[in-house]
Antibody, heavy 120, light 111 residues
Framework: QVQLQQSGAELARPGASVKLSCKAS????????MQWVKQRPGQGLEWIGA????????RYTQKFKGKATLTADKSSSTAYMQLSSLASEDSAVYYC?????????????WGQGTSVTVSS | DIVLTQSPASLAVSLGQRATISCRAS??????????MHWYQQKPGQPPKLLIY???NLESGIPARFSGSGSRTDFTLTINPVEADDVATYYC?????????FGGGTKLEIK
């Protein structure tokens, strides 16, 4: 069965960086886009970007260019998102989600989320 | 960017009644004969769950009480009849054009 297992909660200082992981299992990792979504406490969902592990192609929404860097390790079927120059507004839950291009064309499986807290 | 506007922001419905949530896109999300609009349900403390994909297709395992309709810029999610387990926030999302934007969400409560 498809599973996306995200790394544990992070507590980081302002100005620091964190690298979140999303380990995929139960499907061919290199054949599906992996999306990343941000959710601030009590707020809605915000699309950050996506990576295609097969060839490393990435897409970012303008707001997150320079803030988020998406990578993928085919050998371990793990997608990563590095967030840099952290500020209080980066405190949020971050989700990875598989995007089923050419079928549902939607995010059909989601990780459990990683909470990032930025505080001095 | 395509802006998705959901209405209402919150909704209280009696058990067994119908709930209707709307999502309006700032431009068409249709391409190649498909509407790239999807609906998700999110309960507190949980990740979103895909309910409806490409406007009207029920995701596997989702009860038939959920249905979707619409095309181009106007879409609707209907829950009929509403059950207690449906208390959640519902989001529309488009994947016709990146960035893949979400609507602001509609919180469903039981009256």
């Amino acid at each position: 069965q498809v599973q996306l297992q995200q790394s544990g909660a992070e507590l980081a200082r302002p100005g620091a960086s964190v690298k979140l992981s999303c380990k995929a299992s139960g499907y061919t990792f290199t054949s599906y886009w992996m999306q990343w979504v941000k959710q601030r406490p009590g707020q809605g969902l915000e699309w950050i970007g996506a990576i295609y592990p097969g060839d490393g192609d990435t897409r970012y929404t303008q707001k997150f260019k320079g803030k988020a860097t998406l990578t993928a390790d085919k050998s371990s079927s793990t997608a990563y998102m590095q967030l840099s120059s952290l500020a209080s507004e980066d405190s949020a839950v971050y989700y990875c989600a598989r995007y089923y291009y050419g079928s549902s064309d939607a995010m059909d499986y989601w990780g459990q989320g990683t909470s990032v807290t930025v505080s001095s | 960017d395509i802006v998705l506007t959901q209405s209402p922001a919150s909704l209280a419905v009696s058990l067994g009644q119908r709930a209707t949530i709307s999502c309006r896109a700032s431009e068409s999300v249709d391409s190649y004969g498909n509407s790239f609009m999807h609906w998700y349900q999110q309960k507190p403390g949980q990740p979103p769950k895909l309910l409806i994909y490409r406007a009207s297709n029920l995701e596997s395992g989702i009860p038939a009480r959920f249905s979707g309709s619409g095309s181009r810029t106007d879409f609707t999610l209907t829950i009929n009849p509403v059950e207690a387990d449906d208390v959640a926030t519902y989001y529309c999302q488009q994947s016709n054009e990146d960035p893949y934007t979400f609507g602001g969400g509609t919180k469903l409560e039981i009256k």
